[in-house]
């Protein structure tokens, strides 16, 4: 797969995590848990950052998107908490415009993207 494709993949992929808070903190349930989501080196994304690989540690962009990723994480895993502790209100504030989840993952998205021009 090419670094372009892989990234790409990792945009979808973290994109998705806004829909499973919402449904978490809708439902008080996940299929994650907290402690998992708060290790970027779990995700199919993280596996690939720290994979060694020098193509992909050689980019310039390499430690902004893995220090972007692993933030993205702690806070998901702090918004995922909440809502398994049945904090809705703190919950959807946390993932509401202005928050520092949507700030994280929009840098971490924009970042990403450029990382793709750059390569592509």
């Known amino acids: 797969m ?3 494709d892989s990234i790409n993949k990792g945009i979808a992929a973290h994109g998705m995590w806004k829909q499973r808070l919402i449904d978490a903190i809708a439902t008080g349930s996940s299929e994650w848990s907290p402690a998992t989501v708060c290790q970027d080196n ?4 993280g596996k690939w950052l720290y994979s060694g690989d020098a193509e992909v540690t050689a980019s310039p962009r390499y430690e902004k998107v893995r220090t972007l990723h692993a933030d993205f994480h702690k806070v998901a895993a702090e918004v995922l908490k909440m809502a398994l502790a049945g904090q809705k209100d703190a919950a ?3 993932i509401d415009m202005g928050s520092e989840y949507r700030n994280i993952s929009s840098e971490l998205t924009r970042e990403m993207m450029n990382w793709k021009s750059e390569v592509s």
């Open 2 to 4: 090419s670094l372009a």
């Open 92 to 94: 959807e504030a946390a």
């Open 42 to 45: 779990q995700c199919e994304f």
